[in-house]
């Protein structure tokens, strides 16, 4: 039975419930630490990917938007200055005013 005894760990406390002296690292926690600092840059840098893509996706989306937006624009200002004209009427320069 006293060889099962000298197996087990000691455990130097004070009276108050902490350690005497802190655990000493080992290896593999040295090692876990140093994978695990890489793999937070790793997974930052694929986030920050990831949002440029997003990015870059949502504008793909929306410029078809816009293109059309503009080209119907510009039809219907060229169709009214087209019946302005077979009115009689010289349309003058239209400027865009915008007020806030």
Do not use: H, K, Q
């Amino acid at each position: 039975m006293t060889d099962s005894f000298s197996r087990r760990p000691v455990l130097d406390m004070t009276p108050e419930g902490e350690f005497r002296d802190p655990p000493r690292p080992s290896g593999l926690n040295a090692l876990l630490a140093r994978t695990s600092r890489i793999a937070i840059l790793v997974a930052l840098a694929a986030g920050g990917l990831l949002m440029v893509a997003l990015a870059i996706f949502f504008i793909g989306l929306l410029l078809p938007v816009v293109i059309g937006a503009a080209l119907i624009a510009s039809v219907s200002l060229w169709w009214r200055r087209r019946r302005m004209r077979a009115m009689g009427i010289e349309p003058t320069p239209f400027f865009v005013v915008m007020r806030r």
